[in-house]
């Protein structure tokens, strides 16, 4: 597990440090400015000719230092001082007075000639306010030279916390952060235009980043270990049941890749509940799978009892359309469910409409026992709590946060998924790439989550573990078959490889 920090927590874990543990800020800036000049001598020719653009706040400082390091090492730098701060931080003046005696080159006006390279060291990881007059025109101008292009912990001009554009903003080819990544850098479109990231430790300590613990999490591979065990005594019936209830007529493959997704990822047993038309192909597709279908909508009324009482875990929604019947489905699962449930695709736009026409539906929601995962994109998210999709994405946290509890985890689907019960901290998924943007990959995630929920993990784990090692399996088969040419039917597949 690694944090990743927003505006605010970077600059409490910053002062804690500085104020607290009496580390000088000094210090802190020269151990920045070494992390980025290790970034220069691995991919930098030494002789290349370099800008750097700099404000008078603490980034500037960094920009600085790493101008002289640069300057030691053989660079030809010049320096660029946007001066529209009235005031030089301490640290700022230090570096700027070196600079000075080592006659360094700081240029009037911004230069017209190109540069192998252009550093951006303006604002950094502060910045809350929309960029504008002296510093909108220079960050367009540096926007447009045909360079190299580094930012300095965060490009100039992305919100640290949420990824916004504030107004305008550095188009970095590479962002060098400290400490911890941030969550501009990784939520869109702050991620579109930050480049490849690096993190650079640079000596905050772990008691000051325990003491704040930023309230966003991610994964990495080390946390694969929170998935179920499996011991040599056992059996089927100690890896859980899972029903799916998935695929209507004609959408028998939501089903078969849900299903298929369940067995890949542990379960026991799975039982698919779907119509009498898609016997033929789940029997082909997944003879592994128990069937129970239904020939007409009274049938599957009777016969669904039953099935929720076998299981250990329910997912319902992939290919059951929108309809009164498939709502109706959805209210017997609800009342009757005594297991954790998934709820995907046609199963929340089905629940969107319920919750806002049926009071009874609402009551059975919010008071299901077990706990329920709802798997959203953002439009079915719009339908759920009844915002704009631009409203949403401009905050996917807090939008998580809004319909979110213990017994409710939200799983916001976007290219950075987020996954919250309520509580801080919430999970932030870097697995995944745009290969996976086919139809049917969450039908695959639905699966993978009922299997961790079968093997016995909790509600908030098998999502966040799920959507991880969803990631992981498109990205191992973007990584085989292009991004072109990802089909969801393949991410079960490679999931074998993650979980090997």
């Not at 500037?60 to 946007?82: P, S, T």
């Not at 005696?101 to 950094?124: N, R």
């Not at 709502?327 to 409409?353: C, E, F, M, S, Y």
Request: glycine fraction near 10%; charge should be negative.
């Amino acid at each position: 597990m690694r944090y990743v920090a927003s505006r605010e927590e970077m600059q409490q874990i910053d002062a804690y440090s500085i104020n607290t543990m009496g580390i000088p800020g000094i210090v802190l800036m020269e151990k920045a400015a070494l992390a980025l000049e290790e970034v220069f001598l691995e991919r930098v020719p030494t002789k290349s000719r370099v800008l750097i653009v700099t404000e008078k706040g603490n980034n500037g400082g960094d920009g600085l230092a790493l101008g002289r390091l640069l300057l030691e090492d053989g660079y030809n730098v010049d320096f660029y001082e946007i001066g529209a701060i009235p005031h030089d931080s301490d640290s700022h003046q230090i570096q700027k007075k070196v600079l000075e005696q080592m006659e360094a080159q700081f240029l009037m006006e911004f230069p017209e000639e190109e540069y192998d390279v252009i550093v951006d060291a303006v604002f950094g990881v502060g910045l809350k306010r929309e960029v504008a007059g002296q510093h909108r025109e220079v960050i367009e101008r540096m926007n447009q030279k045909k360079a190299l292009k580094v930012a300095v912990d965060v490009p100039s001009g992305v919100d640290a916390s949420t990824g916004q554009i504030l107004g305008i903003a550095f188009c970095a080819d590479l962002t060098v952060t400290f400490g911890l990544l941030k969550a501009g850098l990784l939520l869109y479109p702050g991620a579109d235009i930050s480049g490849e990231v690096i993190v650079k430790e640079i000596g905050f300590p772990n008691k000051a980043v325990e003491k704040i613990a930023p309230k966003m999490i991610s994964f990495v591979k080390e946390d694969l270990a929170l998935l179920p065990e499996r011991k040599a005594w056992t059996n089927k019936g100690n890896y859980g049941k899972v029903l799916l209830i998935a695929g209507a007529k004609n959408m028998a493959g939501a089903a078969v890749l849900s299903g298929m997704a369940a067995y890949k990822s542990g379960s026991g047993l799975v039982r698919i509940f779907s119509c009498e038309e898609n016997r033929v192909i789940l029997q082909e597709k997944l003879p592994e799978a128990i069937l129970t279908t239904y020939d007409s909508e009274e049938k599957a009324g009777e016969i669904l009892p039953e099935a929720i009482s076998w299981t250990s875990v329910i997912g319902i929604g992939p290919g059951i359309g929108q309809s009164i019947f498939a709502r109706r489905l959805l209210k017997q699962v609800l009342a009757l469910g005594k297991v954790p449930l998934v709820i995907d695709a046609d199963g929340l736009n089905n629940l969107a409409v319920l919750l806002k026409n049926d009071r009874e539906i609402k009551q059975l929601f919010y008071e299901y026992k077990s706990g329920i995962i709802l798997t959203p994109h953002l439009k079915e998210m719009s339908r759920l709590i009844e915002e704009e999709i631009t409203e949403i994405q401009s905050n996917l946290p807090k939008a998580a946060m809004k319909m979110a509890d213990q017994d409710h985890i939200i799983v916001l689907k976007d290219a950075r998924t987020i996954v919250s019960d309520g509580n801080a901290p919430s999970y932030i998924n870097m697995s995944g790439n745009n290969g996976m943007a086919t139809g049917g990959s969450g039908d695959v995630l639905t699966g993978i989550i009922c299997g961790f929920l079968a093997g016995g993990l909790s509600l908030l784990t098998a999502a966040r573990l799920g959507v991880y090692c969803h990631g992981l399996a498109g990205d191992a088969a973007s990584k085989e078959k292009g991004y072109y040419s990802v089909l969801a039917g393949d991410l079960p597949n490679y999931l074998e490889k993650v979980l090997k």
